[in-house]
């Protein structure tokens, strides 16, 4: 693979090599990041850009958009403590990144630095050993290798085509208010508009990848009407009648919804959704990822109480 052919080729090689090494057994589980230590760096090296727990930051948001698949003959996927949700080594499994496919990279590379500046709006900061939050990621980071910039910009809230359409919710606050636990790795703290959904199980799909199964869950509003899908990391947490906490990450690009393997009354249609992510809260006082998934856009008018919210989320 010739890694300077594109933007997109660094990544596209980063993320086939992690699917290859999450097969493996580690002998201690906190080695993950370090073991990758070597292709880490060369990535970051092709594509000018600086790293945070194994995942490259020029275009934070698309790194962030990864699901599990598991088969017959793999243990499952379970949590590392060692690293953060939010990062593939925070997890044992096998990862798939499942917007790259979405955005058609392979024909159109140049989709690879669009989508995260025009279709999110969240300002990204990081905390590390519980110090204030730096600014990490801001929609317009995401820039060629030829422009690479060697620190980040001061935040500024500008008009993105993503933002969510919710006129209720004032929107004004992006910058964290306060310091973060101190953790065993970097806390991800950010505003972003939160919604809580009912969950049920649908069925797994089988997907072209060794045998692989990737576990669905249906997503369903006050009226119970379906309006997303989960692609869970591993077994649910219990929760009070099935609901649960999704934050909105990004818009989605080139979804068909409903799933069409999922026999849907109405035939599949491209229509507008968000990516989400589920969360839960910690006895460590911050928040964790547990799947992803995306919401139609309509999702945001009947979510059950207290209905959508700007929150602050720290994200460990």
Not at 57 to 76: A, D, R, S, Y
Not at 169 to 184: C, E, G, H, R, Y
Request: hydrophobic share 40%; net charge negative; proline share 8%.
């Amino acid at each position: 693979m010739d890694l300077q052919e594109d933007e997109f080729s660094p990544y596209e090689y980063l993320t086939a090599t992690l699917a290859r090494f999450q097969r493996r057994k580690l002998t201690l589980e906190s080695d993950a990041i370090n073991a990758m230590s070597g292709i880490l760096q060369r990535v970051a090296h092709l594509a000018r850009t600086t790293l945070l727990e194994g995942l490259p930051v020029t275009v934070f948001p698309l790194m962030l958009i990864f699901l599990h698949i598991g088969t017959q003959n793999e243990g499952g996927v379970r949590r590392r403590h060692d690293f953060p949700s939010w990062s593939w080594a925070g997890w044992t499994g096998l990862p798939t990144w499942h917007a790259f496919n979405r955005l058609d990279l392979y024909r159109n590379p140049e989709n690879f630095l669009d989508w995260p500046n025009t279709r999110s709006w969240i300002v990204w900061f990081a905390s590390r050993n519980g110090s204030c939050p730096e600014l990490l990621w801001k929609p317009g980071d995401a820039v060629s290798r030829g422009d690479a910039s060697s620190s980040p910009s001061s935040p500024q809230r500008t008009a993105h085509h993503g933002k969510p359409e919710t006129p209720q919710l004032d929107v004004s606050a992006i910058t964290p208010s306060s310091k973060q636990p101190a953790m065993p790795y970097a806390i991800l703290t950010f505003f972003t508009v939160t919604v809580t959904l009912t969950v049920r199980l649908a069925k797994p799909l089988r997907i072209e990848n060794h045998g692989s199964v990737l576990t669905l869950f249906s997503l369903h509003d006050v009226d119970g009407t379906l309006c997303g899908y989960l692609y869970p990391d591993g077994e649910l947490p219990p929760a009070p009648d099935d609901r649960y906490e999704f934050i909105l990450l990004s818009e989605c690009y080139n979804v068909e919804f409903p799933i069409a393997s999922m026999g849907g009354d109405d035939p599949a249609d491209t229509r507008l959704l968000y990516w989400i992510m589920l969360v839960v809260w910690t006895t460590g006082h911050v928040y964790e990822r547990r799947g992803v998934g995306h919401v139609l856009h309509e999702a945001l008018q009947k979510p059950f109480d207290p209905g959508p919210q700007w929150k602050e989320i720290a994200l460990g």
